[in-house]
Nanobody, 114 residues
Framework: QVQLVESGGGLVQPGGSLRLSCAAS????????MAWYRQAPGKERALVAI??????NYADSVKGRFTVSRDYAKNTMYLQMNSLKPDDTAVYYC?????????WGQGTQVTVSS
């Protein structure tokens, strides 16, 4: 079992930055993929960024603006979000596929608005 807790969401103006954190309840090897998803109102949950064995991939809509990283000493994954746009408004969830099971956090709201 793995518990994931997101934090760092909030209200930010267009062009601003936020850093989301996802704290895991246990140490998770880099071989297990961890990811950020987001779900905007009326839309399906969509992959934003994924990190596995040091390799990262991003949705086209966030490439060059978002960066995913992990701090293994703190059992934490981060999502640095720069140049935020109103279209980035969503609930952001972290996810891990660990030993054949998928785990989700409770989500953190990000609102980009002036």
């Amino acid at each position: 079992q793995v518990q994931l807790v997101e934090s760092g969401g909030g209200l930010v103006q267009p062009g601003g930055s936020l850093r989301l954190s996802c704290a895991a309840s246990k140490s998770i090897s880099s071989i297990y993929p961890m990811a950020w998803y987001r779900q905007a109102p009326g839309k399906e949950r969509a992959l934003v960024a994924i990190i596995s064995s040091g390799t990262t991939n991003y949705a086209d809509s966030v490439k060059g603006r978002f960066t995913v990283s992990r701090d293994y000493a703190k059992n934490t994954m981060y999502l640095q979000m720069n140049s935020l746009k109103p279209d980035d408004t969503a609930v952001y969830y972290c996810n891990v596929i660990y030993v054949g099971s998928t785990y989700w956090g409770q989500g953190t709201q990000v609102t980009v608005s002036s």
